[in-house]
Structures are given as structure tokens and as C-alpha cells.
């Protein structure tokens, strides 16, 4: 079962990518500016994974599971934006995990390091 911290990290990333998506459809966001958010939603997620006083295998699973689901909130959201025309075949399966398995990663990467750190500040 995923947990109330799991999916509230993985809303918080998923919502940061909605907001790229939205604003990507008028103007490149700069790459700086993107970065930075995703460190503020990463924050926020870890903040949610410091406060439930986990261990740090449950950290490492939960945040796992923040990283997996928010990459496929990625996929999903950046696959509704009709100007990202799909191809066909083996490109399409290329075109779609690639980026999954690469957000997933920096996703749990990322959330995963801001906790530990956060953890380490705090005392814990």
C-alpha cells in the first residue's frame, strides 16, 4: 500500500511538472528556473519524508516510490500536450522510458539526498 508521504511527495513533484508544462506551451522555461523549482518541490517532498521520523531504509524505499510515481505523472502530463506528436513503433517505446527511467531517478536522487540532508540538520 503507498503510504500518505509517498504520494503527497510524488503531488508535489507532479504539480511542479504541471506548472512547466503549462508554462512550456507559451515559452521555453530556462533551464536555471526549472532546476530550481524542482529543488523547491524535491524540498518539500523530503520534508514530508523527515517528518514521519522514518528510518533510513524507509527512506530510501519511500522515496523510491515519490521518484517512480512522479515520473509517471511526467510521462503522462508531458504526453497530454498535443504539440509533442507521437511516433510509432520501437521509437515511441525509446521516446517513453528513456525519460522515465531518467526522471525517476533524478526524482528519488534528489528527494532522497534533500532528506537525508534535511535529517543530518535536524538531528536525526
Not at 521516446?95 to 526524482?107: E, K
Request: glycine letters at 12%; zero cysteines.
Amino acid at each position: 500500500m503507498i503510504g500518505t508521504t509517498v504520494l503527497g511527495g510524488a503531488v508535489i513533484l507532479i504539480l511542479w511538472e504541471v506548472l512547466v508544462a503549462v508554462v512550456a506551451r507559451q515559452r521555453p522555461v530556462p533551464l536555471i528556473l526549472y532546476v530550481i523549482g524542482l529543488l523547491a518541490a524535491g524540498a518539500g517532498a523530503a520534508n514530508l519524508l523527515v517528518s514521519t521520523h522514518a528510518t533510513t531504509e524507509m527512506m530510501i524505499a519511500e522515496s523510491a516510490g515519490i521518484g517512480v510515481i512522479a515520473a509517471i505523472g511526467f510521462l503522462i502530463i508531458w504526453r497530454a500536450i498535443p504539440a509533442q506528436a507521437a511516433g510509432g513503433g520501437t521509437r515511441t517505446a525509446v521516446s517513453i522510458v528513456r525519460p522515465f527511467v531518467m526522471r525517476a531517478v533524478a526524482f528519488t536522487a534528489i528527494v532522497l539526498a534533500l532528506a537525508l540532508i534535511m535529517r543530518l540538520v535536524r538531528g536525526g
